[in-house]
């Protein structure tokens, strides 16, 4: 019972049964008691504990439905330290359509709040972001002004309330943002800012003014040059320091071919026990090489799509065959397929048939594309963007009143995605093959 086997628990009906007129209790009162020991194989709690929690869910339930954000901002400060609940809460955030305002030196708390309708991600919540720290360094915002730039952060926070793998957090999370963009450019600059931190609390300490040091050192002096991190590699760091995506998601780059390769959203696939085969697009967080009791090697895929995370397997033969594009921050392509068990537990096993490279096929030529029009204006408009030789068949189904004309180009014709979509902005039908 404590188990939730009902299997095993049907075997205990006989002995049960038997055992109590053993000691003198009438069979139809015995197997009534079983009746209402049965329902336990399922689940089941004593009345006591049922109005508790009863109570608790109607009290959540209130806030939830009357305050939703204060209520998730008390949650998500409860399970600060938590990311995955965090990411979970943040997705809430966004099925609600909530101004999110995302991690900011000079807008944000330690804790998450909630002010004018406005949602302010916490300070705290970010990985390697002390939450006594950052309060010291929030309130001296409050009590002085918001930080000018990163040079005046420096000259105004205490040695005490920084340290490298802080101060890392919050550039990776883009707290810095709105004082300097260039992620990297601080990211390596932090041991100067932190020696240019120390040796100014030194020297108040000591009661000396440096009468030079506004000229010597700006913070174009202790700011390396060097261009900002590349897209994905952003938006990777970020998601080291917050635990999910929240300026932006590598996916976004890529959702103009999904239509094209049919993607569905995982969650969906998952609940959905009509579907079976679906393509998902996902980007790698994280690939984990184990081996079986049999020594055979397999790896577990952490993954991120627009609305989740998720973790699949894949066996030593699709490991081998795409370990070049299973590398962390790629986006890839998977081809799932779903098989559901008959037995009670309804048990749901996702294989994995195929894994391509989004990068790749959104780089990749066109091979073969049809394109339904209605009128020859239709097929002028199209032909603007072919007048180069290339490696696209194009095929046009031109639909008249009383027919449709099918015919194709002799010669194969360059046509790439950018020019693709905008056809399909002017309402032009186009499948690719």
């Not at 302010?120 to 006594?132: D, H, N, Q």
Request: charged share 30%.
């Amino acid at each position: 019972m404590g188990k939730k086997k009902r299997a095993e628990l049907e075997k205990q009906k006989q002995g049960f049964i038997a055992g109590a007129v053993k000691n003198g209790i009438a069979k139809d009162v015995a197997a009534g008691i079983f009746l209402k020991i049965e329902p336990f194989a399922e689940y089941g709690f004593n009345k006591s504990h049922a109005a508790a929690y009863a109570i608790i869910s109607y009290q959540t339930a209130y806030l939830k439905t009357y305050y939703p954000k204060e209520f998730i901002a008390a949650s998500m400060t409860m399970d600060i330290s938590n990311q995955n609940k965090l990411s979970e809460f943040y997705e809430e955030l966004k099925r609600l359509n909530v101004e999110t305002i995302r991690p900011d030196i000079n807008e944000c708390f330690a804790d998450f709040r909630t002010i004018d309708g406005k949602f302010y991600y916490a300070l705290g919540g970010i990985k390697a972001v002390g939450y006594e720290a950052i309060s010291n360094i929030v309130e001296e915002r409050e009590l002085n002004g918001k930080f000018k730039s990163i040079n005046d952060f420096i000259n105004r926070v205490n040695p005490k309330d920084i340290n490298k793998l802080q101060l890392e957090g919050l550039v990776k999370a883009g707290a810095f943002d709105n004082l300097n963009s260039n992620r990297q450019a601080i990211f390596n600059s932090i041991p100067n800012l932190i020696l240019k931190n120390k040796n100014i609390s030194e020297n108040k300490l000591a009661n000396q003014i440096d009468l030079f040091s506004d000229n010597i050192e700006t913070e174009e002096d202790i700011i390396v040059k060097i261009e900002d991190w590349k897209f994905e590699e952003r938006l990777s760091k970020e998601f080291e320091a917050v635990g999910f995506f929240i300026s932006d998601h590598p996916l976004n780059q890529f959702t103009e071919i999904f239509e094209d390769y049919k993607i569905n959203d995982y969650a969906k696939f998952i609940s959905d026990d009509n579907s079976e085969n679906v393509n998902v697009a996902a980007t790698l967080l994280k690939v984990q090489e184990r081996k079986t009791a049999k020594g055979n090697a397999y790896a577990v895929l952490k993954l991120t799509d627009l609305n989740s995370v998720f973790e699949i397997f894949i066996f030593s033969d699709l490991l081998e065959l795409n370990r070049e594009i299973l590398k962390e921050g790629n986006s890839l392509i998977l081809t799932l397929v779903k098989n559901i068990s008959n037995d009670e537990n309804r048990f749901k096993r996702i294989n994995v048939q195929k894994i391509a490279s989004l990068k790749d096929l959104f780089n990749s030529p066109i091979n073969e594309i049809s394109f339904n029009v209605k009128s020859i204006e239709q097929i002028q408009e199209i032909s603007k963007f072919l007048n180069q030789d290339g490696k696209t068949q194009v095929k046009f189904n031109l639909s008249t009143e009383d027919q449709i004309l099918n015919f194709q180009l002799k010669k194969p014709m360059n046509l790439d995605r950018k020019s693709l979509n905008l056809l399909r902005k002017q309402q032009i039908q186009a499948e690719i093959s």
